[in-house]
Every structure is written in C-alpha cells, then in structure tokens.
C-alpha cells in the first residue's frame, strides 16, 4: 500500500515539474535577452542545457547525480530516458493523426517524393562522415567505439528521442560506456547548428534583400482552424482535447501489442524492435484512421473525432518534453573523454548537412529555392519543428509549398530510410562492410533524387546518335 507522502509517489511529478518549469525559466530567458532571442533557439533545447548545468554543478559540489536523488525517486535518469523514449512515439503518432486535405497534382507528388528522398540521402551523407571520422579516431584512440559515429544522423537528422534510442541500444547491446549520453549531445549540438547555421544564412539573406518576412500584424503565424465543420463539439459531455489524447494512447498501446508480438517472433531483435516505437506508432495510427474514415462513410460515425489544430498542439508538446527530458539526460561527467570527436562530428554534420541541401534546393525546388532550404536544413539538424522555426523567417504565411513538403515527405522517407534502422545495428560488428553499404546506398538514392537530370541526358545523347 502506498504512502503518499512517500518520494516514490511524489518523484515523477516533480521531475515533470522540473522539466516544465525549465521551459518556463528558458522562454523567459530567451525573450529576455536579445542574443538568444535572435538566435532562433528552440526553447526546449535552451531548457535542457539549463538543466544539463545546473546538473553538472550539482554533481561538482555534492559528488551525487541530481536526478537520482530521493526526491526524484532515486532513478530519475533512468526516467528520463523512459519519458524521452515514449515521447518521441506520442508526438509521431499525434502528427500521423492529422488530416490532409487536396489532391495532389503530378508535380507536387513529385516534389514531396523528392524531399523525402533528399531526407533519407542527408541521412546517409552524416552517417557516412560521422562513421568515417569514428572510425578513424578508432584506429587512434585505444578502446573507442567505432560506430559511434552512426549516431550522428539519429541525432542531427532525427533528433533527440532516436540519438537516446540507439545511444542506448550501442551501450548495452555493443558495450559503448556513455552511449546513452552521446546520442542527445549530438542532438543537442544539431539544434545549436539549426540554430547558428540558420542565424548566418538568413542575415546573408537579409544582406542580399531576399528575406521577405511575412505574418499577422501581431508577429504570430496561421495555423490550423480550431474547430472546423462536421466535428465533434469543442465541449461535450467529454472535452474535444481528452478525445485526442485517447486516441493517442489506444494507437500507442496498439504500437505496443505490435510489438510485443514481433518481439516474441524474433527474440533476437527485439531490442531494434522496441526501437521502432514511433514508427509503429504511426503504423497503428494510420490503421486507426482509416478505419474511423471508413466508418465515417458508411455514416456509422456521424462527426469527425480528429481535430487537427488539437493534435498539433499535442505534437508540439510531447515534442518539447521529450527533447527537454533528452538534453537533460546528459552526462557531462560520461562524455570527458568524447569532447574533441562530439565536436569534430558536430562541425562535419553542420557543413555536410548546409552544402548538400543547399545543391538539392537549388536543383530540384528552383521555385522556392531559400524556402526548401531552409525548411530541410532546420529539419535536418533539429526535428521538424526547427524547420518551421526557420521557414517562417522567410515564409511567415507559409505560401510556398515547403511546409507541406515538410509534413508529406514522411511516408518516403520511412519507406527508403527503414533499412538505415537495420544498417545502425549491423555497424559495430561489421563496420567496413556497413560502410560501403551506406555508401552505396547515397549513390543509389542521388540517382533516384536526380533521376530527371541523369535521365533527361541519356536521352538527349541516344536522340544525337
């Protein structure tokens, strides 16, 4: 039986508290002071570096890890990594909720498939020189993990929660001592690069005359509609919003029963499987509102349950928790020996990242060239969140396409970017052979990304035969 003044009963709640009240100190901060106001820093990632030193400096005086003190319930790093974790899935599956609406025409289809293959090759691009710097570094430094490297695409490329996922899966399947740190410091310094990266090209921008900032008169930008016609009432005898949230929930224990059941099929994987939460999180999702689609037109379902001015809300706010929770979960104490390659790799994947996006935008979305770009190269380092962030500095009203791009490109860059999740794991045991395979993969996806150029010349040759 539980006692409720017991830390046990009270240490999630204050750890919960902790990590919101540090986006409040941090958005109080941020607007406080000019030079992190400009810098287009996430909230989330300025709450969580507060949270890493403020930890560190308790570590300094007392020789103790403050989230593992008894107010915390004595594992709260360990709970950390678990809010982080879930998160990541509950804000895909909140964003896999949301509706669409239009056809699509041949050339927008096109366009959307071109920025989930530019994703997925960006992808390859970071791990290609992450893994390459690594291992190097291997040949040089006595007892360093060589697929430490990989990791630099789950962080700048897919952020927090998936750097904490494979972090974790190198550090008790492989045996990397501060796996579990390295990933969301990677993801950390990504967002540091969205947001330095991002700073110095939009006043490039601003120097050329090309920024054209547009949105309300009160500085915010449009969004969804909050109720829209022939949906649930916003208050009825259950909120609009509790609606949401268990929709959310039932997709996610779904994910979960998945599996749990691909778990007990192939027990060797399961610790991969476990890993792709948020992707069959989304599966489970899109099951669901199929289904609910169907029912709705066969007039079973009278009104529409999904609301997606709601859904984003929630996506935005698991989003804040898990990257929050995942800088937090840092160890700077772990990381000692790591500082020289966290940062060579986090300098490689800044450039990397800018040069090659910069050559896709201005090849293939000729028409919104800055937009796409800045779009990608936000995404590419933070999470999506950030390319919006640094999108509406050019496209406050999000007239170009890139927005869209950003939330369509999803399903073809899941489906090309799977195997990515397979070649992770085969990297510590066979590195050189997953090395030329994640080369060779880049070639393959920049002939279908170019396909119209690499094509388009063949012809033109076999036409002047």
């Known amino acids: 039986m539980a006692n409720f003044w017991d830390f046990s009963v009270w240490g999630w709640i204050f750890l919960f508290g902790?990590?919101?009240?540090?986006?409040?100190?941090?958005?109080?901060?941020?607007?406080?002071?000019?030079?992190?106001?400009?810098?287009?820093?996430?909230?989330?990632?300025?709450?969580?570096?507060?949270?890493?030193?403020?930890?560190?400096?308790?570590?300094?005086?007392?020789?103790?890890?403050?989230?593992?003190?008894?107010?915390?319930?004595?594992?709260?790093?360990?709970?950390?990594?678990?809010?982080?974790?879930?998160?990541?899935?509950?804000?895909?599956?909140?964003?896999?909720?949301?509706?669409?609406?239009?056809?699509?025409?041949?050339?927008?289809?096109?366009?959307?498939?071109?920025?989930?293959?530019?994703?997925?090759?960006?992808?390859?691009?970071?791990?290609?020189?992450?893994?390459?710097?690594?291992?190097?570094?291997?040949?040089?430094?006595?007892?360093?993990?060589?697929?430490?490297?990989?990791?630099?695409?789950?962080?700048?490329?897919?952020?927090?929660?998936?750097?904490?996922?494979?972090?974790?899966?190198?550090?008790?399947?492989?045996?990397?001592?501060?796996?579990?740190?390295?990933?969301?410091?990677i993801a950390a310094?990504?967002?540091?690069?969205?947001?330095?990266?991002?700073?110095?090209?939009?006043?490039?921008?601003?120097?050329?005359?090309?920024?054209?900032?547009?949105?309300?008169?009160?500085?915010?930008?449009?969004?969804?509609?909050?109720d829209s016609e022939g949906e649930i009432p916003m208050q009825e005898s259950i909120d609009k919003m509790t609606v949401q949230i268990a929709l959310i929930i039932v997709a996610y224990i779904g994910a979960y029963l998945l599996m749990m059941l691909l778990g007990n099929l192939l027990p060797g994987m399961k610790s991969v499987i476990y890993g792709f939460n948020f992707l069959l999180g989304v599966l489970s999702a899109t099951v669901i509102k199929v289904v609910m689609n169907f029912l709705r037109k066969k007039n079973i379902i009278k009104k529409k349950y999904t609301n997606n001015f709601l859904m984003t809300r929630a996506c935005n706010f698991f989003f804040d928790i898990m990257v929050v929770a995942g800088i937090a979960a840092i160890r700077l104490d772990i990381l000692e020996n790591y500082w020289g390659i966290i940062l060579i790799l986090g300098v490689a994947g800044l450039i990397v990242t800018y040069i090659y996006n910069r050559i896709v935008a201005a090849t293939l979305f000729k028409d919104y060239a800055e937009e796409q770009f800045l779009a990608m190269f936000g995404m590419l380092t933070g999470t999506a969140s950030t390319g919006i962030i640094l999108l509406r500095e050019v496209d406050g009203e999000f007239k170009t396409p890139a927005s869209d791009n950003l939330v369509y490109q999803n399903f073809p860059a899941i489906v090309f970017g799977f195997p990515m999740m397979f070649l992770a794991t085969l990297a510590p045991t066979k590195p050189i052979l997953t090395f030329i395979i994640f080369v060779v993969f880049f070639a393959v996806m920049n002939i279908i990304l170019f396909r119209s150029f690499i094509f388009k010349k063949r012809k033109t040759k076999n036409k002047n035969k």
């Open 18 to 185: 902790v990590l919101l009240g540090s986006l409040l100190v941090a958005n109080v901060i941020k607007k406080s002071i000019p030079l992190l106001r400009n810098s287009l820093i996430p909230t989330s990632v300025l709450a969580g570096l507060l949270l890493v030193g403020v930890a560190a400096v308790y570590k300094a005086i007392t020789g103790d890890v403050m989230f593992n003190t008894a107010a915390f319930g004595g594992k709260g790093m360990a709970t950390l990594e678990i809010i982080t974790y879930h998160t990541l899935a509950l804000g895909f599956i909140a964003s896999a909720f949301k509706t669409t609406g239009g056809k699509l025409t041949k050339q927008r289809t096109a366009e959307i498939f071109n920025t989930g293959v530019t994703t997925v090759s960006t992808y390859l691009l970071q791990a290609i020189f992450g893994f390459g710097i690594t291992m190097i570094a291997a040949l040089v430094l006595k007892d360093f993990f060589s697929a430490a490297g990989v990791l630099l695409p789950f962080g700048y490329g897919q952020g927090t929660g998936q750097a904490l996922n494979y972090g974790t899966i190198y550090e008790t399947e492989f045996g990397f001592d501060g796996g579990k740190s390295f990933g969301p410091t």
């Open 189 to 226: 310094l990504g967002f540091l690069s969205a947001s330095i990266g991002g700073v110095i090209h939009l006043n490039i921008c601003k120097k050329r005359g090309t920024l054209k900032k547009s949105t309300r008169a009160d500085g915010s930008t449009y969004t969804e509609e909050v």
